[in-house]
Each structure stands twice: as structure tokens, then as C-alpha cells.
């Protein structure tokens, strides 16, 4: 029986996994039929491709969210998990071991026999002596196998040696960078347990660069240590607001077809970056207090510095906005996996103004001087002070020392450290304290004046100004003599303490020296 339709044809789509036999009368509807299916089969497709590109976005967005996650729980928990791991460094662990091996040449040195072969060479036979020719074809080729072996023996020696010249080469350079990197870390632990203090900086340098920070904040630290008053000093560039992640989750909009975020709010924000600086301040006192086991360090002072532009200026600046001085008893007996970042860094009596997003600049407890080379090694002229008939009259130098010895003495119950500068008349400072006391302390600047006049209202202006150039806290005049109404009223509003002659011996004598001044 003849088919109703003449025409038939099967169509497939393997996306789909779908195929139709369609059937027409005319190849004109057949190919119709053939086009309305394949837009249909799209039309599937494309249905499929969004739905396909939803879940993918949704997934996206998912695994966005975890990773955001993971990074906010790695900012909540800078001080617990700094809490729960040991800091001090295992220089065994960081020595480097292993010897360079041994030199191995896997080409093989060439044979004379496979040169025999290559080259046909026969064996003698007694035919060689009755026809000579034979030998005499013998040894040519014989000399030529030797010719060929010599040319590749040599090309083979002159290979080995040159690589063997790299090897030696390879082996110094590894030896060399091995007892390059060991010496460095012995001599930081064998310098941090004798108490050096480049050592000691490198040591605490070491026990930061080891313990890891979230994702976004890097380490930018400056240590000093002050040996007179086992006082360490850490200068740390914290991070600003731009730098911390302020998104918590991801979502994909369908209607929208793109993935948004969901961000902290400003208050939310502020709060987690008060948080994080905390925390950074009191995970590094730990970290170096408890790495500390050679007992280095008596007073620690941390100074969080941040950048920041000025929105009244435009201009750049830094300021530090947090600083702490504690000991280490102050934190070791602290339960930093429990505390409250912001009330422990406060219950330490560190200092900070309002919401640390505004970068209000604080005074740090302590700074260190680079230009440390202006002092000189105190003199004890203290000791044999009720020796000198008149301290009026004494050599200035051994005023300076003098004075510089009364203060060492005033500020020994605090670890002061007091330092005198180097001889000059021109006006500068005499005398430098660096006082860690949590309370009182700062940096203070001295000038010691032997007058046997009326100290100059200039002096005490010099005082000052020379205490804005060095960040001093505090000033202090100190004369044999007496001042005038006119620097009282100058220094009556201001941090600077006057000192005179009758009150300088009050000062001796409480500490339990007996000195004269005459003036005529």
C-alpha cells in the first residue's frame, strides 16, 4: 500500500536528547515542519540555558558568601587564634639540614669495542703474514676506530667536566646560601639570648613575620629596644578602613540576573574596625611577650600608626591612634580567647580617642629616637657630688652629667632611661628621658643651666620650642641660679617645670645628697 506521505524525514538534538520523525506531502511543508520543531527544540534550550545560568549564579554567589565568610571569621578571630598557638621560634626548624647531592653524570663514557664494531675492524689472523695487505687494511681501520673513539672520549670528557664545573658551581652557591641563611639565624638566637640588641629586634621581627594575618593586612612594623630599660618599642602601621572587607554575604537577583552584595552597615563597620585594630594591638603585645623566654624585655610599648588623608587639607598624614605600655605580667595573665578586645586594651590603660575611623592622634607612652647618635655615655659625677665645693662653679660638661645623674635617679623607680647629649652651646637639649610609665610617662627633654645670673626668658622659649621639634611631653629647666618673672609667666600655661637653685638642692637632698650653690 503506498504511503500517505512522500516525503519523511528523522531530526535529532542531542542537547536534548530528543529526535521526531516528521511527514509531509510536499517538501515544502516538510522543510516547515523540520524548521517549527528546531525552534521549538530552542526554545527548550534556551529555557534550559537560563535556568542552567541561574543555578550557576546562585552557586557562585553561595560560594562567594562562604568565602567572604571565611574571611570575616579570620578578622573576628585575629587574637583568639593568635591566642591558642606558641610563638616562640624553633631555630631548629628553620636551620637548613640537608646536604647538596652527591654529582651523578648519567651519560656513559664511550668503549674502544663499539668503535671496533662501528668500524669492521677484523681480528688478526695468520693470513696477515702471507698477505700483508690485509693487516695492513686491518690497522687502517683500526687507527681510524681509535681516531673516532678519541674524538668522542673527548667530546665526552669536555662534557662531563663542564658540567661538573656547573655542579660545583650549583654546590657553592647552595653552601654559600645555607650558611648565609643559618648564620643570620644563629646569630639572631645566639644574639637574643645574650641580650644584643640588634638580635633582640630581629628576634621579636621573626616572631611577627611568623604568626599570618587575614587576607588584605600586611605586616609593616618598626622595632626598637632601649637596653638601659629593657624597653622594647613597636612602631605598627595599621591598616585603614579602605583596606578591611565590608561585604558579608552575596545573593543572585533572578529578576535582575546579576549578583549583588550585602554590605555592613556604617555603624556595623566602625565597630569591626575598632575591633581589628584592637586586636591587632593586643595580638602583637602577646606574641611578644610570650616568645620573650630570655626575660628581654621589661616594658613593652606598642604605637599603632595609620595613614590617612585630611579632608580639610587634602594632605597625607600619619597619626598614631593607639598606644599601650604594659609589662609582662600585664598580659600573660590575661584570658585573651575571652576578652573583649576594645575593655582589655582599656583595662590595660591604653590609650585612644572616640571611634577610631576618625584617626584622632594620640600621644604614644613612648618613642624612639633614630638619631641616637647625638648622646654620649654618661659620666657619674653624682656619685662624689658632696665633694664639689660649688656646683655653681663646676665645669658645664660635668653639670650636664650631674643633672643628668639626679633625673637617672628621680626616674629609676619608673625604668626611665636617661640620656645626655652630646657637648654643644648652641642652645639644644642636654638631656633626654624616655619615661615608660603607663601614667606619667613620655618622652621629657632637660636643658641644664650654670648660670650664676638670672636665666633669660629666652631659655625657657628655646625649652619649648626645642619640645615641639621632638615630640617631648614634658620640659624642664634647670638652673643654679634663680628665673625671672617673665619665664614664669612664659612657662605658667605650658608642660615645663622650672627648676632653681634652692629647689635643685631640695632635689639632691632628697635623694640623699648634700650639695652647695653660691652664687656671688
Request: a neutral charge.
Amino acid at each position: 500500500m503506498a504511503t500517505k506521505y512522500q516525503f519523511v524525514k528523522t531530526i535529532s538534538n542531542p542537547r536534548l536528547n530528543a529526535s521526531k520523525t516528521l511527514k509531509a506531502q510536499t517538501q515544502y511543508e516538510l522543510n516547515k515542519k523540520i524548521a517549527d520543531q528546531k525552534e521549538k527544540w530552542k526554545a527548550q534550550i534556551d529555557k534550559l540555558n537560563i535556568q542552567a545560568k541561574i543555578e550557576n549564579e546562585s552557586k557562585r554567589a553561595e560560594e562567594l558568601t562562604k568565602e567572604t565568610e571565611y574571611i570575616l571569621e579570620s578578622y573576628k578571630n585575629i587574637l583568639m587564634t593568635s591566642a591558642q598557638t606558641n610563638h616562640v621560634i624553633n631555630f631548629d626548624s628553620l636551620l637548613i639540614s640537608n646536604e647538596y647531592p652527591p654529582f651523578i653524570y648519567n651519560e656513559s663514557a664511550p668503549l674502544l669495542e663499539d668503535y671496533i664494531r662501528k668500524h669492521n675492524v677484523p681480528s688478526p689472523s695468520f693470513w696477515e703474514d702471507l698477505l700483508p695487505f690485509i693487516k695492513s687494511t686491518r690497522i687502517k681501520k683500526e687507527d681510524a676506530a681509535r681516531d673516532d673513539y678519541n674524538t668522542s672520549y673527548e667530546q665526552y670528557r669536555s662534557k662531563k667536566e663542564l658540567e661538573y664545573r656547573q655542579y660545583l658551581e650549583s654546590k657553592a652557591s647552595f653552601e654559600k646560601n645555607k650558611n648565609n641563611h643559618n648564620q643570620l639565624f644563629i646569630r639572631i638566637r645566639d644574639g637574643y639570648l645574650s641580650h644584643d640588641t640588634e638580635s633582640i629586634c630581629d628576634y621579636f621581627l621573626l616572631v611577627l613575620e611568623n604568626s599570618p594575618l587575614p587576607k588584605g593586612i600586611s605586616l609593616d612594623v618598626e622595632i626598637n629596644y632601649i637596653p638601659e630599660s629593657c624597653a622594647l618599642i613597636i612602631d605598627y602601621m595599621l591598616p585603614n578602613q579602605n583596606a578591611l572587607p565590608r561585604t558579608v554575604s552575596y545573593s543572585f537577583v533572578k529578576t535582575r540576573k546579576e549578583i549583588t552584595e550585602k554590605q555592613m552597615s556604617q555603624k556595623e563597620f566602625d565597630a569591626f574596625y575598632d575591633s581589628i585594630i584592637y586586636q591587632l594591638a593586643l595580638k602583637t603585645i602577646h606574641e611578644i611577650l610570650s616568645a620573650d623566654i630570655n626575660n628581654s624585655i621589661a616594658t613593652l610599648v606598642f604605637n599603632g600608626y595609620v595613614h590617612g588623608t585630611s579632608l580639610a587639607t587634602g594632605n597625607d598624614f600619619t597619626s598614631c591612634i593607639v598606644s599601650l605600655s604594659v609589662t609582662k605580667d600585664d598580659v600573660l595573665r590575661l584570658n585573651l580567647e575571652r576578652v573583649d578586645p576594645k575593655e582589655c586594651f582599656r583595662n590595660l590603660k591604653g590609650l585612644s580617642i572616640g571611634a577610631l575611623k576618625n584617626l584622632s592622634p594620640v600621644k604614644p607612652y613612648l618613642q624612639f629616637t633614630k638619631n641616637e647618635n647625638r648622646f654620649v655615655e654618661s659620666r657619674d659625677i653624682i656619685t662624689n657630688v658632696e665633694n664639689i665645693p660649688n656646683i655653681a662653679k663646676m665645669p658645664w660638661e660635668d653639670f650636664e652629667h650631674l643633672v643628668g645623674g639626679l633625673f637617672e635617679k628621680m626616674f629609676n623607680v619608673h625604668s626611665g632611661e636617661v640620656k645626655v647629649t652630646k657637648a654643644s652651646r648652641d642652645g639644644g637639649i642636654d638631656i633626654v628621658i624616655y619615661n615608660p610609665d603607663p601614667i606619667h610617662g613620655g618622652k621629657f627633654v632637660i636643658q641644664a643651666k650654670r648660670y650664676n645670673i638670672v636665666v633669660p626668658v629666652s631659655a625657657v622659649r628655646d625649652l619649648y620650642g626645642t619640645m615641639i621639634n621632638e615630640g617631648a611631653t614634658k620640659g624642664y629647666l634647670v638652673t643654679t641660679s634663680y628665673f625671672g618673672s617673665d619665664t614664669h609667666k612664659f612657662a605658667q600655661d605650658k608642660p615645663i617645670s622650672l627648676i632653681d637653685g634652692s629647689f635643685l638642692v631640695h632635689l639632691f637632698q632628697e635623694h640623699g645628697y648634700t650639695v652647695k650653690i653660691t652664687t656671688e
